[in-house]
Structures are given as structure tokens and as C-alpha cells.
């Protein structure tokens, strides 16, 4: 940077006029004209991580469609476009394009702006080919297919991890980052959840719930599977919607053997459940995974579906006790504490309700609750692999 802001004003402005910048930090020829691919994977390389991506926040967008084209997209003399070759280490530049498709997401760009352009599919399938390219995989690389794929649920671009959501039929060709990933980690159990995530993610919403009494069935006040059609298709929309949902299930039954996702596929099998309205099922899944799982946040998840069933049921004591249940393994956690703080508001116990609010308020005003990241997969668990992967990139 020195180098750069010695030079006189002058310099600098014919610099930028020719189409040339002096060598320095790439945030400063971000500033004046394009961001630099090799410079910022360089300086990102070196390990100045927040330095290579500093710029970032403030590109335009005509520099973020530069960028992305010097990282992904070569043009021959012809004009035919290639996957352009790594301006830096292989692992370097993959984790590079990750955390610039990240912070771009933040400023919704995760999309190109022209259909020209190349998008945050084109740079990560580009950086995925990299390091598939290779003859082995490393911690470096499986690392980066769960970032990738925790930042795609982050921002529910499902077809992106698998296609298709449907059923397959035998021409079908399944294609995805989760399937590219899967290839090369057969072993990875996240990868295999995740690809089960995607294809039931047309479950993914919220239907908002008749008020809960005691003894009653509550159902959905407006259900998020309404059979629109002509009359006398709704059986047969009815067959296929019923074809969908079991399908959808089925990839969540697959894993509840698995030690290392059972018991979260569990859970998201209660909530396939739920959002159908069999209350029951959901109840007995969301037990069996609250029993089997030893990490509090997916322990939470569980009691508070079962919290949610019960309610749902009419069994507004036992709702009770599982949001009870769901705070002791989380405690201070926004929704089994709303939930909870509901239910002793209409009993008459307002004050006790009133102090769970305010501690989820005072203790966890920043947190991520598990329940309000339930439908973007894995991407509470993206700050913690780029932790880890930033200490693949340098020696």
C-alpha cells in the first residue's frame, strides 16, 4: 500500500487512464478500477484473509461480474468460454471464490445480474472442479464441499446441492453439489443428509397454527398443501402429492441408522410429519431423536418438535414439559422459550413468562436459535468450516 500512496496524484490518475495500476494491495486497485483475481488469491494465500476480501463489501457490480469471469470463465481468441486455471494454490483460490460467494450472498448477488454473467453456481462448480481435479482429496477439500453446500442451504438454492427434487425415473440423471461431493466423500454422512435436505426442502415453510387448547386438535389455519386443479384431478394430485412427501421421507429414513446423522434425520422426518399433520408420527420421531443424539443443539430441536406435536394435539401440559426439556439442553433459547412463555401466559402465570422472554433477550439477543435455522441445513455450521479451512490454507 505504501508503494502506492507515495506515488503523486498525478501518476496514479494516468495509471488509471491507461488501463494499468502499480503493483500493490488489491484493494486499492479495487478502488480505482477492477478487482485483481491473482492479487486478492495471492494476498488471501499469505493468509491475510480479511485483507484479500476487504474490498468486497463495496464492489460494484460491475466488478463483482469482472471477478467472477477472471475466476471462472476464460475467453479464447474465438470466443469460446472455458473454465479459466487457478490464479493462485488450488486450495487458496477455492476458498477464495467461498468466502467471495459468501459475502456476496449478503448483499443478495448470489444471482448475476445479466444471464450472461457468471453467478455464485458458476464460481463454486469452477473452484468444486478444481479441487476434484486433483488425484486425491484432502481435509482441505472435504471441507470445502460442507462449506459450499452450508452456504447454498444458506441461501435455499436447493437444485444447486441436488437435481432433480422429484422422483427420478430411470432417465433421470441426479446431478449437484451434494452429488459431486458425495462422489468423491462416499463416507460423509453431512453430504448424504444434505442431498436428503434439498429434496425435501418443497416441505420447508410455515404454516401458521389455530391458537392451541387444551384437549382440541389444532390443525393449520391455511394449509401449505392445498390440491389447486380442475375438478375431478384431486385424487390423482392427491396420489402424487402423497408419492412426493414419501419420497421425500424415505431419504430422511435412510439415515436414521447413521451415527453421525441419525438423529438429526430423526428429527427432520418428525417435521415432514408435522408440516402433514400427523402429530403422532411427529411425536415418535422427535423422541426417538432427542433420546439418541448427543449434541444439544439437535436435543433441542427434538424436544421442541415434540413440544410443537403435543400442542398441536391438545396436550398443552406435556408441550409444556418438553419446552421445559428443550431449554435444559439449550438453555435461554428464543423459541422453546416463546413457546413455553405462550403456554403460561394463557394459565395465568404472566410474570414467569415474562422473565423467559427477557432472559432469551438479555442472554441470547445474537444467537442462532436451531429452530430458526432449521430450514437453511447446514448453514448455522459455515462460520465454523471456514475456521477450519482457512487453517488449510496457509503452510
Known amino acids: 500500500m505504501t508503494g502506492v500512496l507515495r506515488q503523486s496524484g498525478a501518476a496514479v490518475a494516468a495509471a488509471v487512464l491507461l488501463g494499468s495500476v502499480p503493483d500493490g494491495p488489491?484493494?486499492?486497485?479495487?478502488?480505482?478500477?477492477?478487482?485483481?483475481?491473482?492479487?486478492l488469491v495471492a494476498t488471501y494465500a499469505a493468509g491475510r484473509f480479511d485483507e484479500a476480501l476487504a474490498a468486497v463489501p463495496r464492489a460494484t457490480r460491475d466488478q463483482v461480474a469482472d471477478l467472477r469471469r477472471q475466476l471462472a470463465i476464460v475467453t479464447g481468441p474465438k470466443g469460446e468460454e472455458s473454465p479459466a486455471p487457478p490464479?493462485?494454490?488450488?486450495?487458496?483460490?477455492?476458498?477464495?471464490?467461498?468466502?467471495?460467494e459468501r459475502r456476496l450472498a449478503e448483499r443478495d448477488m448470489w444471482d448475476a445480474r445479466d444471464e450472461k454473467d457468471c453467478a455464485a453456481r458458476c464460481v463454486l462448480e469452477w473452484a468444486c472442479a478444481l479441487l476434484?481435479?486433483?488425484?486425491?482429496?484432502?481435509?482441505?477439500?472435504r471441507l470445502w464441499m460442507l462449506s459450499a453446500t452450508a452456504l447454498a442451504?444458506?441461501?435455499?438454492?436447493?437444485?444447486?446441492?441436488?437435481?432433480?427434487?422429484?422422483?427420478?425415473?430411470?432417465?433421470?440423471?441426479?446431478?449437484?453439489?451434494?452429488?459431486?461431493?458425495?462422489?468423491?466423500?462416499?463416507?460423509?454422512?453431512?453430504?448424504?443428509?444434505?442431498?436428503?435436505?434439498?429434496?425435501?426442502?418443497?416441505?420447508?415453510?410455515?404454516n401458521e397454527m389455530d391458537t392451541p387448547r387444551e384437549g382440541v386438535r389444532t390443525g393449520p389455519l391455511v394449509s401449505g398443501m392445498l390440491i389447486i386443479g380442475p375438478p375431478g384431478t384431486?385424487?390423482?394430485?392427491?396420489?402424487?402429492?402423497?408419492?412426493?412427501?414419501?419420497?421425500?421421507?424415505?431419504?430422511?429414513?435412510?439415515?436414521?441408522?447413521?451415527?453421525?446423522?441419525?438423529?438429526?434425520a430423526q428429527a427432520r422426518l418428525g417435521y415432514l410429519h408435522f408440516r402433514s399433520g400427523q402429530y403422532e408420527q411427529t411425536l415418535a420421531s422427535a423422541r426417538a431423536a432427542a433420546a439418541a443424539s448427543k449434541d444439544p443443539d439437535v436435543r433441542y430441536l427434538a424436544m421442541f418438535l415434540a413440544g410443537q406435536a403435543e400442542q398441536a394435539l391438545g396436550n398443552l401440559a406435556s408441550a409444556q414439559t418438553w419446552y421445559q426439556r428443550a431449554l435444559e439442553a439449550r438453555p435461554d433459547s428464543q423459541s422453546a422459550s416463546l413457546g413455553l412463555a405462550s403456554l403460561l401466559?394463557?394459565?395465568?402465570?404472566a410474570n414467569r413468562a415474562y422473565d423467559l422472554i427477557d432472559a432469551t433477550r438479555t442472554r441470547r439477543n445474537?444467537?442462532?436459535?436451531?429452530?430458526?435455522?432449521?430450514?437453511?441445513g447446514d448453514f448455522a455450521r459455515l462460520p465454523g468450516l471456514i475456521a477450519e479451512l482457512r487453517k488449510r490454507v496457509t503452510p
Open 345 to 349: 401466559y394463557v394459565r395465568g402465570d
Open 87 to 100: 490464479p493462485g494454490p488450488v486450495v487458496a483460490a477455492a476458498a477464495f471464490a467461498l468466502e467471495l
Open 132 to 141: 476434484r481435479a486433483r488425484e486425491a482429496g484432502d481435509e482441505a477439500e
Open 26 to 39: 488489491a484493494t486499492v486497485s479495487a478502488q480505482l478500477r477492477r478487482l485483481d483475481a491473482q492479487a
Open 234 to 264: 384431486a385424487p390423482l394430485v392427491e396420489r402424487r402429492r402423497q408419492s412426493l412427501l414419501d419420497y421425500a421421507a424415505a431419504q430422511f429414513a435412510a439415515l436414521i441408522d447413521d451415527s453421525a446423522v441419525g438423529p438429526e
Open 153 to 206: 442451504g444458506g441461501v435455499r438454492d436447493w437444485s444447486f446441492l441436488h437435481t432433480p427434487l422429484t422422483i427420478p425415473t430411470e432417465r433421470t440423471i441426479e446431478q449437484g453439489h451434494a452429488d459431486h461431493a458425495w462422489a468423491r466423500w462416499p463416507a460423509e454422512s453431512r453430504l448424504r443428509l444434505a442431498r436428503a435436505i434439498a429434496i425435501a426442502s418443497r416441505y420447508a415453510i410455515t
Open 366 to 376: 445474537d444467537d442462532d436459535d436451531p429452530w430458526r435455522m432449521f430450514q437453511y
